[in-house]
């Protein structure tokens, strides 16, 4: 299987590539679009602030290959906010593969949510033997709103998605690769797609 893990500067790459070394998997860190186009599955990962990510999205032309992409994508944390239509980090325009925006976190709550929280309401293979309410671990500050792509929720002051599915399009807010047993089965449930 040949897994690519998008590289276009914007994410703790490593600790995702050690996450599926462990499942036996070694990922290719890659930003050729040839490579990603050949890809069997492919991971979109982002840390950071969303507007200077979708720049360099751009400036690598990315940002039009990967709403176009026909295998499993999993978009995690800003990678996946970066799939909906906007954010409010830096007024950021997105790819518009998940139907939703993107808000920040109200001043009456701690920003960003840091640490563990669990995930309900689960819908999809990805989650296949994890149960409801698992704890996952996060790091946000924005979160995107629930809407008809949601496959798992998580409450934070509002009630968020979590997680998001259009076709072979994956998002989780959450960061599974440091999520421990449970972060990793999605992982391998993610290559099992």
């Not at 976190?105 to 960003?112: G, H, L, S, T």
């Not at 960061?175 to 999605?186: A, N, W």
Request: net charge neutral.
């Amino acid at each position: 299987m040949k897994l690519v893990i998008i590289n276009y500067g914007a994410g703790n790459i490593k600790s995702i590539q050690f996450a599926f070394k462990r499942l036996g998997v070694d990922a290719v860190l890659s930003n050729d679009i040839a490579e990603i186009k050949a890809a069997d599955k492919i991971i979109f990962p982002g840390v950071g602030e969303a507007s200077s990510a979708m720049k360099m999205l751009k400036e690598s032309g990315l940002d039009t290959i990967i709403p176009t992409l026909k295998q499993p994508v999993l978009g995690i944390c800003l990678g996946m906010q970066l799939m909906c239509n906007s954010s409010e980090e830096g007024n950021t325009k997105g790819l518009g593969i998940f139907n939703v925006a993107v808000k920040r976190f109200a001043n009456d709550v701690k920003v960003p949510q840091m640490g563990w929280n669990v995930i309900s309401d689960l819908k999809s293979d990805l989650f296949k033997t994890i149960k409801d309410k698992e704890f996952m671990y996060l790091v946000h500050s924005y979160y995107a709103e629930k809407c008809d792509e949601m496959i798992a929720k998580t409450d934070y002051q509002v009630e968020y998605a979590s997680a998001l599915q259009k076709d072979n399009f994956y998002g989780v807010q959450f960061h599974p690769e440091k999520s421990g047993i449970e972060g990793s089965k999605i992982l391998e449930n993610f290559l099992n797609l």
